[in-house]
Each structure stands twice: as C-alpha cells, then as structure tokens.
C-alpha cells in the first residue's frame, strides 16, 4: 500500500512544483514514518526512496541499524540535548535547532555534525517551539559563530480549518528567508508543509516537505 501511495504523493510534489515555476526535482519528500516499523519503511525504500525522517531519537536509532546505509534520515521532532548523541551519528539533517545550547550540543561529537535548519515559530504561538521570526537573524548569527552548518528554515504553521488558510504562513518563511540571504546566502532550504497542506507549501517555495500519514496511512499508537 505504501509502494501506491507514495508515487501519487511524488506526482502531486511534482505538479505542485511545476505550478511554482520549478522543476519536480528542486523540492524533495522527506517520508515520516514514525511509529512505523523498518519493515514497513523498506516497501518505500525498494521503490526507490532515500529520504527517510523520523521525530523520535530512539526510533530513528533503531531504524537507522536496521536499514540500508544509503538513506538520508532527517530528525524532525523537538531534540533534547542528551539524545544528541543518538541523532547526531545517524542524521543527515536535523530540522529542529531552536536553541544555542542544542546548538552547542550538536557540535560535541566526532567528526563535522550535520547541517541543521533553524525551526521557525512562523504563528508566534507561545505553545510551540522554534525562534520567533524577529529574533532569527540574532540566533542564525549566534550559530553561525559556533560553526554550524545552516542550510535553511523549518517551520510548522498554525492549525487551520483548510489547506490553503496556511498560504500566508508558507509566503512569510519565503520573504522571511528572502530577507536573511542578504547576511546569511547559506539560507535556501525551506522545509514547511505536510499530509494535509504539502502541495500548498510547495506551490509557495518549500524545498522539503514531510509527509507521513499520506504514504503509510494512519499512524500507529
């Protein structure tokens, strides 16, 4: 069932691209599968995927063991300083860094760390993680001082009653990143968008979209 559900979820990302003046291949599906065993991930993987993420640091350990070396994983989830050491090793790219000392945390280790994203509070909601957008360029110049390698911005935007109520949101993080390359150029990627509202944060610049429920069906508790 996966196999089906993900190439229609990569034409809708390609369409969606196509609608935005882009190429199908300038925007990349990240799979979410957490909660879902290996077994389950490697019916995406023998189609041909790569791009795995997980938001938990002792399932995306476990997965990591267990699956083909080739996958880029990316760590989506909120990140605790002590289970870098968990994420740190298997991650390709981590989409959560919204505080200096998991920024420091993140450098501790063997070998150059990932590149990170710097999660976005796009709705200002005080519930939520992430740098609130007046104070991003401050944090970006912080990391970047540490040594960090900052590839872009992530961000989950406010629930909202349908798709494209988000719009406004997805167009924000693009004039916000817009107005961080004049300091920072490193700033590119844009990850923004999932299950319900991925095509709408592609139409509007997001680069990586995390898709999980539409490709592996309901999550398992």
């Known amino acids: 069932m996966a196999n089906v559900n993900l190439s229609e979820?990569?034409?809708?990302?390609?369409?969606?691209?196509?609608?935005?003046?882009?190429?199908?291949?300038?925007?990349?599906v990240v799979a979410i599968g957490k909660t879902f065993p290996a077994e389950t991930l490697m019916a995406v993987y023998e189609a041909g995927h790569r791009d795995f993420g997980e938001n938990r640091a002792q399932e995306l350990t476990?997965?990591?063991?267990?699956?083909?070396?080739?996958?880029?994983?990316?760590?989506?989830?909120?990140?605790?300083?002590?289970?870098?050491?968990?994420?740190?090793?298997?991650?390709?790219?981590?989409?959560?860094?919204?505080?200096?000392?998991?920024?420091?945390?993140?450098?501790?280790?063997?070998?150059?760390?990932?590149?990170?994203?710097?999660?976005?509070?796009?709705?200002?909601?005080p519930q939520k993680a992430g740098v609130a957008p007046d104070q991003a360029s401050a944090f970006?110049?912080?990391?970047?001082?540490?040594?960090?390698?900052?590839?872009?911005?992530?961000?989950?935007?406010?629930?909202?009653?349908?798709?494209?109520?988000?719009?406004?949101?997805?167009?924000?993080?693009?004039?916000?990143?817009?107005a961080l390359q004049t300091d920072f150029p490193q700033i590119q990627d844009l990850s923004m968008g999932m299950t319900d509202d991925f095509e709408v944060a592609i139409e509007e610049g997001a680069t990586l979209v995390r898709v999980g429920r539409a490709i592996f069906g309901p999550r398992i508790h």
């Open 62 to 125: 476990v997965k990591a063991d267990l699956m083909p070396g080739d996958i880029r994983w990316h760590f989506v989830g909120p990140l605790q300083r002590n289970k870098v050491r968990l994420v740190r090793p298997a991650a390709s790219l981590l989409h959560s860094m919204d505080r200096p000392a998991l920024g420091q945390a993140w450098l501790k280790g063997p070998g150059t760390p990932p590149p990170v994203l710097i999660e976005i509070n796009i709705g200002e909601e």
């Open 9 to 28: 979820i990569l034409q809708r990302a390609a369409n969606a691209a196509v609608r935005s003046g882009r190429r199908p291949e300038d925007v990349v």
């Open 140 to 178: 970006i110049g912080e990391l970047a001082d540490l040594g960090l390698d900052i590839r872009g911005l992530m961000a989950i935007p406010p629930r909202v009653e349908k798709p494209d109520h988000a719009r406004p949101y997805f167009r924000r993080m693009v004039e916000l990143r817009e």
